[in-house]
């Protein structure tokens, strides 16, 4: 079997999943896009037997006061209603009253090879359900100076050489076994063959957060100032072990850091015992269950390893 000769089969059995998401002003069209459905977990309170919960790009239902509407392949013109809507990782969820006979699994970045083939089904400039092939050429990508608004985090995105056109945003990239590796999300247009897709564990987590608590937003931690990824001099390397880490540029008054005892040109190294190497995993790791909850934290300041303790508040944007 070739490279390819697995394609159709693929795009046979799992196509009825994904569909075109359209967004209307009255009778204006807005912008398109893509999405997909995801196997639900259990107890998750959706009614599966009328109802789908499809993953898509918080950039493509951007708006308000809109109308979403979901086309499936063979036509079938559903209203969305959007459950959830986070731009600082450019997820959202939608709910859409039609039972999907072939929801996707999710596979996690762990499991995910340098190399390995991949397909995009999408609606690149309208044309429903395109399909094109690629490889994963690259994990754990971090691109800065894209946001879709303040504190924008595209951190851990896979990188793709499979092509990702406008209204191609928000559908699935999916892998030889059927299963969704990425959601499509972001193509640098001044650069050939440089796509990326948000991972599948960014979207199972959020799903799952949904679930839990049944909210339109993801809610997220603060420590109260502000970081900046920060790479030590060689000689600190050398001395420290330590490549890099997230560098304390200012502290607010009365701020979990101020409590903590921390200063500016102190550098995060450790939070929560998961490694700090830049400030995305930083504000990666601030999340939900961090509110209110005392956390380890590690930090050199002077070139000296030092620990305290931590208490986050939430963030309020």
Same mark, same amino acid.
């Given at each position: 079997m070739t490279v390819s000769d697995w394609i159709p089969e693929l795009v046979q059995d799992c196509s009825s999943a994904v569909g075109a998401v359209s967004i209307w002003s009255g009778s204006d069209l807005l912008s398109r896009g893509s999405t997909f459905a995801i196997i639900p977990l259990d107890g998750d309170g959706f009614d599966r037997s009328s109802?789908?919960?499809?993953?898509?790009?918080?950039h493509v239902v951007e708006g308000e006061n809109v109308e979403v509407r979901v086309r499936f392949p063979g036509g079938l013109d559903v209203p969305a209603d959007v459950r959830l809507v986070d731009k600082a990782t450019d *997820?959202?969820?939608?709910?859409?009253?039609?039972?999907?006979?072939?929801?996707?699994?999710?596979?996690? &970045?762990?499991?995910?090879?340098?190399?390995e083939s991949v397909i995009a089904i999408g609606n690149p400039h309208g044309f429903e359900c395109s399909v094109s092939a690629g490889i994963i050429?690259?994990?754990d990508r971090i691109l800065t100076g894209s946001g879709t608004g303040p504190g924008a985090v595209y951190a851990n995105l896979l990188q793709t050489d499979t092509p990702i056109n406008g209204g191609n945003s928000g559908g699935p990239l999916i892998g030889r076994d059927g299963h969704v590796v990425g959601m499509n999300s972001i193509s640098r247009t001044n650069t050939d063959g440089l796509h990326?897709? *948000?991972p599948a564990d960014t979207v199972a987590?959020?799903?799952?957060?949904?679930?839990?608590?049944?909210? &339109?937003?993801i809610k997220r931690a603060s420590i109260g100032g502000r970081i900046a990824s920060y790479e030590f001099d060689p000689p600190a390397q050398h001395a420290l072990g330590l490549r890099s880490g997230a560098r304390i540029e200012a502290v607010r008054e009365e701020s979990p850091m101020a409590a903590a005892g921390l200063q500016v040109g102190d550098v995060v190294i450790e939070f929560r015992e998961l490694e700090v190497e830049?400030?995305?995993?930083?504000?990666?790791?601030?999340n939900r269950a961090a509110i209110g909850a005392t956390c380890q934290l590690k930090y050199v300041r002077e070139e000296q390893i030092h620990e305290t303790q931590i208490t986050p508040d939430p963030r309020n944007d």
């Open positions: 109802s789908s919960v499809l993953a898509t790009n918080a *997820v959202a969820f939608l709910q859409v009253p039609v039972a999907c006979t072939r929801p996707f699994p999710l596979r996690m &970045s762990d499991d995910v090879r340098l190399g050429s690259g994990r990326f897709a *948000v987590s959020h799903y799952e957060e949904l679930v839990t608590y049944g909210e &339109s937003s830049h400030r995305h995993d930083l504000m990666m790791r601030l």
